[in-house]
C-alpha cells in the first residue's frame, strides 16, 4: 500500500508536470480548448495529489516549488502586462519617470529611451503603451531589479521577475502556515493557494505580482495576530505600494483596535475622550504610518503632474474598461435599454461609491476582532468590490483565494476553477467576450457562494444579517 501511494504520486507529479511544460512552452492564448482541457487535467491530477499527500507537509511544498520551477525560462503566454513591468524597470534604470510619460509617445518620435524598445511597446500593445503606468513604487523596484539584472534581454527580465515571484510564494507557504498554526487552522490549508494551478499559471508563469502583495498583507496579519502592530502597519503599507488593493481593507481594522462594541465605545463620550483613548490613538498610528511609509515611497517618483497622471490611469479601470464582469453587464444591458448606450462612465463611478458603503457597514455593524472574523470581513469586502467592478481581470481571484484558506468559506476556490472561462474572449481576433461564458461563470460562483451562506450544513449555516 506504501508503495502505490508513492507510486500514485510520482505519477501524479510527472503528468502534472508534464501538462504544466506544455502549458509554460507551448500553449498559445487563442488555442481555448488547448487550454481549457490542460487547465481542468491540472485542477484534476493536483486534486488527487494534495487529496493523497495532504499530510506531508515537506513534499508538497517541494512539489509546489517544483511545478513553479517548469515555468522558469518560459516567456508568458497568457498575458502580455510583463512588457509594460520591463519597460517601466529600464526606465528607472536610465534615470526617467515611468509615471510621466507614455510609451506610444517615445515610439511615435522614434525615440527609444529603454533597450529594446520596439519589441517591449509592440509586446505590450497599443492600449497599455498609450496609457501612464499605475504599478506602485514596490512593484517598480521589482521592475528595476529585472532591469539592473537584465538590461538587454527580455528573457532575462522574465526570468527575474519570475525569481522575485516564486520568492513570493515561498514566503506566502512560510507566514501562511504560521498564521494557520496561530489561528489553530489546518496547515495543509495553505495549499489551496500554493498547489493551486490557477496560481502557479498567473502568478509565476504570466508574472502578475499579486504574490508580493499577498507575501507583505499575509506577513502583516501574522504580525498583527502575534500583537505587533507596528510592524503590521509597516508590511500592510509595503502591500499596498505593490497593488493597491488592500487600501480596501484600512476601514475593517477599526474593530482590531476598538475591542468593545462600536455602540458602547462611542456612548456618552465626547469627541475629545474619543481621541484621547488608548485603543483610538493606535488606530490613529496604525493608519499614519501607512500613510507616511506609501507616500514617502512615492516621494522619488514625485512631480507636479504624477498625481493627475496616476489618478487617471487608475481611473481608467472604473471609466474605459470593460471585462469579465458580473453586476456591471447586468447594469449595463439596463442602461441599453433604457437610454440606448453604455453607461460604464455612469455606472463606473457608482460602483466604487457602493464598496465603500459596504466596507462601512461591515466595519462597524459586523463583529470583526478576532483575526478570523477580521479575514472573512476583508474576503467579504473585496468580493464585493469584485461582483460589482466592471474589469474582473482572473489574477485578481489570488487575494480572494489566500484569504479565504482562513475562513470556512471555498468560494474563492471554484472560482479559480471556473475562471478560465474568461479567457474564451481571446480565441477571437480581436478579442471579443461571448456573454454565455461569464454567464456560467458566474452562475457557479454564485450558486456555491449561495450554498455556503445559506445552504450548508445547519452547524455552519450562517444569517445574512450576521454576515453583515
Not at 488527487?48 to 507537509?57: D, G, S
Not at 510621466?100 to 503603451?129: C, D, H, R, T, W
Not at 463620550?269 to 512615492?298: A, E, H, M, P, R
Not at 456560467?440 to 450544513?457: C, P
Amino acid at each position: 500500500m506504501l508503495f502505490s501511494k508513492k507510486h500514485n504520486t510520482v505519477l501524479l507529479t510527472v503528468i502534472s508536470s508534464v501538462l504544466y511544460f506544455y502549458t509554460a512552452y507551448f500553449l498559445e492564448r487563442a488555442n481555448f480548448s488547448i487550454l481549457l482541457f490542460l487547465w481542468c487535467a491540472l485542477f484534476g491530477s493536483t486534486y488527487f495529489l494534495w487529496k493523497k499527500n495532504q499530510h506531508n507537509f515537506q513534499l508538497l511544498v517541494g512539489i509546489s516549488i517544483l511545478f513553479r520551477l517548469i515555468f522558469l525560462f518560459a516567456t508568458p503566454n497568457l498575458s502580455q502586462d510583463f512588457y509594460r513591468f520591463i519597460w517601466d524597470g529600464r526606465m528607472i534604470l536610465e534615470g526617467l519617470n515611468p509615471y510621466l510619460s507614455l510609451p506610444e509617445n517615445f515610439i511615435e518620435q522614434q525615440k527609444y529611451p529603454v533597450n529594446e524598445a520596439l519589441s517591449l511597446y509592440k509586446g505590450m500593445g497599443e492600449m497599455n503603451g498609450s496609457h501612464y503606468t499605475n504599478y506602485p513604487p514596490i512593484n517598480q523596484l521589482c521592475f528595476l531589479i529585472a532591469a539592473i539584472f537584465a538590461n538587454k534581454s527580455i528573457l532575462g527580465s522574465v526570468i527575474v521577475m519570475r525569481i522575485i515571484i516564486i520568492l513570493a510564494d515561498i514566503g506566502i507557504l512560510y507566514f501562511g502556515k504560521k498564521l494557520l498554526e496561530k489561528l489553530k487552522l489546518p496547515i495543509q490549508n495553505i495549499f489551496f493557494y500554493a498547489l493551486n494551478p490557477f496560481i502557479i499559471i498567473e502568478m509565476t508563469g504570466n508574472l502578475h505580482f499579486e504574490s508580493v502583495m499577498l507575501l507583505f498583507l499575509i506577513w502583516s496579519l501574522y504580525q498583527l495576530q502575534q500583537q505587533k502592530w507596528i510592524w503590521a502597519a509597516l508590511l500592510l503599507a509595503c502591500s499596498v505600494t505593490v497593488k493597491l488593493i488592500p487600501l480596501l481593507f484600512l476601514p475593517l481594522f477599526f474593530q482590531w483596535f476598538i475591542k468593545s462594541d462600536t455602540h458602547v465605545f462611542f456612548k456618552n463620550k465626547s469627541i475629545k475622550n474619543i481621541l484621547l483613548d488608548v485603543s483610538i490613538l493606535k488606530l490613529i498610528t496604525f493608519y499614519g504610518i501607512i500613510f507616511i511609509i506609501i507616500i514617502g515611497l512615492f516621494l522619488p517618483f514625485y512631480s507636479p503632474i504624477l498625481t493627475s497622471n496616476y489618478s487617471n490611469s487608475v481611473g481608467l479601470w472604473f471609466r474605459n474598461f470593460e471585462f469579465n464582469a458580473s453586476f456591471y453587464y447586468i447594469f449595463r444591458e439596463i442602461g441599453y435599454l433604457f437610454r440606448g448606450y453604455n453607461e460604464i462612465v455612469i455606472i463606473g463611478q457608482i460602483t466604487p461609491f457602493l464598496t465603500v458603503l459596504f466596507l462601512m457597514i461591515i466595519t462597524f455593524l459586523r463583529k470583526n476582532k478576532s483575526m478570523i472574523e477580521l479575514i472573512t470581513a476583508m474576503l467579504f469586502g473585496l468580493s464585493f468590490y469584485y461582483f460589482t467592478t466592471t474589469t474582473m481581470h482572473p489574477w485578481y481571484i489570488a487575494t480572494l483565494l489566500i484569504l479565504s484558506i482562513f475562513t470556512k468559506y471555498q468560494f474563492p476556490i471554484v472560482w479559480s476553477i471556473v475562471i478560465i472561462l474568461s479567457y474564451q474572449a481571446y480565441s477571437n481576433e480581436p478579442w471579443k467576450e461571448n456573454l454565455w461564458f461569464i454567464i456560467l461563470e458566474y452562475t457557479i460562483v454564485y450558486s456555491y457562494l449561495i450554498w455556503e451562506l445559506f445552504i450548508k450544513k445547519p452547524t455552519q449555516k450562517i444569517e445574512w444579517e450576521k454576515l453583515l
